[in-house]
Nanobody, 123 residues
């Protein structure tokens, strides 16, 4: 049974920083892509960032480019999302996702999900 547990969310002022973590159990992440998504009430979940299984390829949504950095530590079975220069529009529940199959692009249409962590950016 694969489980993903997110942590690191919280309340921060505009311009502040947070680092989210997603730790997996039941699977060794080193062969799997990982992604961070976010969702606000009434909106669809959107892809924020993803990293390939090797760590050699990353993708960022335009809204977070230059501010967020995704990274992974396979020895700790953990993926991170460093969020800097936070804006009120970054307020959302953030989820991590990994596909069912190894070496597969993270799209969010399937795979395992964590329970989410709330990020609130005050203006």
């Amino acid at each position: 049974q694969v489980q993903l547990v997110e942590s690191g969310g919280g309340l921060v002022e505009t311009g502040g920083s947070l680092r989210l973590s997603c730790t997996a159990s039941g699977r060794t992440l080193s062969s799997y892509g990982m992604g961070w998504f976010r969702q606000t009430p009434g909106k669809e979940r959107e892809l924020v960032a993803r990293i390939s299984w090797s760590g050699g390829s990353t993708y960022y949504a335009d809204s977070v480019k230059g501010r967020f950095t995704i990274s992974r530590d396979n020895a700790k079975n953990t993926v991170y999302l460093q969020m800097n220069s936070l804006k009120p529009e970054d307020t959302a529940v953030y989820y991590c996702n990994t596909p069912y199959n190894p070496r597969t692009l993270v799209t969010g249409t399937s795979g395992y999900w964590g329970q989410g962590t709330q990020v609130t950016v005050s203006s």
